[in-house]
């Protein structure tokens, strides 16, 4: 990802710069690239949270430094000064860094350089708006996120900071009418206000940040403000809250509860308490770090079960899951075919590009090649095609050049190649019988399309704007996310394919066992087919004979099998989860037992979490819920399971 995110408040002591600065740490430590900027120049405080004398800091080029220097600078000169030259760099750890702009050195002269600074003047008269959009598009070249702490209320240097600068703003309020409605206007007049600005920008999404809720002491009254927030910021949730999640439900997540001992003094409760307490202070500001970090694509999960293990990053499971499966699976080489793009995706591909290169991928075709322009670029496709154990596709709105004959626009071809060697995969694989990795199309089709100059041009859904091209294949994972969030879950699945799991199989080669509840014998029965067309043994639990016998069976003749396939179709939810809570424990024995779940029909909620989500300890999530045929279960199921 790379944006702009300014938190503000009406009123002053909510603490929206603690708020921030924990943001800040948290996301630095996930691995974005993190610029804080104290822009509450009246009232600073950033710099006292991340200065502490735990950290080690470089101090700015120009001593003593800051914001204020930075604008003055720039109004005498007219032109944006080298902001590089006047930020701080904060060492959290020996490899976890992020950078800061402090407000300026707080010496005797400090209130008067403030006061003086005369905002009408920089704007009307030194060319403030394009210093200011000169820095702001510097900034999402070199960060991840720039967090932007921002005056309270309503002046000039605040509307820069809800205004022109802001990709995503925080409102940062508490349980009063004066916190939280002078926020709200405060929020809807920034939108209008973005409509008007010389500059193109996207809609300004918004992030609710309820601030010191003491709901443990007055539960009743608590849950009738939680009530009151979800009304009143309906219309700001809507713009990233998937349909099926309340803003309730996003708020129970959000709220940061009052504990008196983080009101004395500047601390990081995420640094002091940690993230895992659902109760504290440090889990509501990960909550808030996940859905920034990946620009709300967390939201559905985040809402439905919170954070784990403190992850700010974006998840690797966000890519959207496609009824012929989804499942991640392991390969042996590293050889990895990166499509010619069409002129639109240009950037996208120099970005991924860099990411696989740096990771030692071998990607093909060379960038320096010259690829033929003609129909001399089918051969050249097909042997590098050949080569790859995976293609990897940027779709824009463009299909690309033409390469003349019959042949289709260069994004489209490529597609077309791509799938016949999904196809020919397969069916070599079904017939030798062997079932090593398979190659598979990887997808980026961004359901927001923006210019060169961040505009948005196009909002689609990803799998229509793919099947612009063609049809999807087996196995396709395609992504609608931000690019940050597609290249990091990219990495994530080819490092899972670098690294195989090394299956120790003796006697269990060829064997899976089918875990599955009683009311699903028949969805059971026909996976059994499946695999077994592709020379898959399949073993059955037991059920009946006492429980303790049955459970001793069963433990028993899943160590003696290679993988896990658990079945779901009628069993309830909570069955369901107890079958996978026996074969994570079993995997804690022996790490390298991998595990299936298999959805079939019935749809159902419970069915769409796991989907979304999949269980601890699932190494792939296989759905049929709806393209249940004899042909979809054979070719996905297989896919699924490792060598």
């Not at 900034?139 to 309270?152: A, K, Q, Y």
């Not at 060697?421 to 997808?443: L, N, T």
Request: glycine residues 8%; proline residues 6%.
């Amino acid at each position: 990802m790379s944006a702009v995110v300014t938190f503000y408040s009406f009123k002053g002591g909510v603490g929206r710069t603690m708020a921030l600065a924990n943001v800040a740490v948290l996301l630095a430590q996930a691995g974005h690239r993190v610029l804080a900027i104290d822009w509450d120049l009246e009232a600073p405080g950033l710099d006292r949270y991340l200065t502490a004398s735990r950290f080690r800091i470089t101090p700015p080029r120009v001593e003593g430094a800051g914001l204020i220097d930075l604008l003055t600078d720039s109004m005498e000169s007219r032109e944006p000064a080298d902001w590089q030259r006047y930020t701080t760099e904060v060492a959290l750890s020996e490899s976890t860094f992020l950078t800061m702009l402090s407000c300026g050195k707080q010496d005797a002269r400090y209130a008067g350089r403030v006061l003086d600074f005369d905002w009408e003047n920089f704007f009307r008269e030194c060319n403030g708006g394009d210093i200011v959009e000169c820095w702001r598009r510097e900034w999402l070249e070199h960060f991840d996120v720039t967090l932007i702490d921002s005056r309270t209320g309503i002046t000039d240097s605040g509307g820069v900071c809800t205004i022109q600068l802001p990709d995503i703003l925080v409102p940062v309020f508490t349980t009063n009418d004066q916190s939280l409605g002078g926020a709200i206007e405060t929020v809807r007049q920034a939108q209008r206000s973005r409509q008007l600005l010389a500059f193109d920008r996207s809609h300004l999404m918004v992030l609710p940040l309820p601030s010191r809720f003491d709901g443990r002491v007055q539960y009743k009254e608590g849950q009738e403000w939680l009530r009151r927030f979800a009304d009143e910021l309906r219309e700001f949730y809507a713009d990233w809250l998937p349909r099926d999640v309340t803003p309730m439900q996003i708020l129970e997540r959000t709220k940061i509860p009052y504990v008196a001992y983080f009101s004395f003094g500047e601390k990081l409760p995420v640094l002091d308490e940690g993230t895992t307490d659902p109760e504290s202070v440090g889990y509501a500001y990960a909550v808030a770090a996940k859905l920034l970090g990946s620009e709300f694509a967390d939201a559905a999960s985040v809402a439905r079960f919170g954070v784990v293990d403190n992850d700010a990053s974006p998840s690797p499971d966000m890519s959207t899951t496609l009824p012929l499966g989804s499942a991640s699976a392991s390969a042996t080489h590293d050889c990895i075919y990166l499509a010619v793009p069409s002129v639109d995706m240009h950037g996208a591909y120099d970005r991924v590009h860099e990411e696989l290169s740096q990771r030692g991928y071998a990607v093909v075709p060379p960038r320096d090649d010259d690829v033929p322009r003609d129909v001399n670029v089918l051969p050249f496709l097909r042997s590098y095609l050949k080569e790859a154990s995976l293609s990897i596709h940027l779709v824009g709105l463009s299909g690309g050049w033409s390469p003349g004959g019959d042949l289709p626009p260069i994004v489209q071809l490529q597609l077309n190649e791509a799938s016949a060697r999904v196809h020919a995969d397969s069916d070599a694989d079904h017939d030798s019988g062997d079932r090593a990795e398979s190659f598979r199309r990887v997808i980026w089709a961004p359901k927001i399309v923006v210019d060169a100059d961040g505009a948005v041009v196009a909002q689609r859904d990803p799998v229509e704007a793919l099947e612009r091209f063609g049809e999807l294949s087996p196995g396709d994972v395609v992504n609608g996310g931000f690019l940050s969030t597609f290249t990091d879950n990219l990495i994530d699945v080819l490092e899972r394919r670098r690294r195989p799991a090394s299956l120790e199989m003796r006697g269990e080669v060829g064997r899976a066992f089918l875990l599955h509840a009683r009311e699903d014998a028949e969805l059971a029965i026909s996976i059994a087919k499946a695999i077994q067309s592709r020379g898959l043994d399949a073993v059955f639990p037991v059920f009946e004979g006492s429980r303790r016998e049955v459970e001793a069976y069963n433990r028993s003749a899943i160590r003696d099998c290679g993988f896990v396939i658990v079945c779901w179709g009628n069993a309830a939810d909570v069955r369901v989860r107890a079958m996978l809570q026996d074969v994570s424990d079993l995997q804690r024995g022996r790490s390298a037992l991998h595990s299936t779940l298999v959805i079939g029909p019935p749809p159902s909620t419970a069915k769409e979490f796991s989907i979304a989500v999949p269980p601890r300890g699932v190494n792939s999530v296989v759905n049929l819920t709806e393209h249940w045929s004899p042909e979809a279960i054979a070719g996905v199921i297989v896919s699924a399971i490792p060598t």
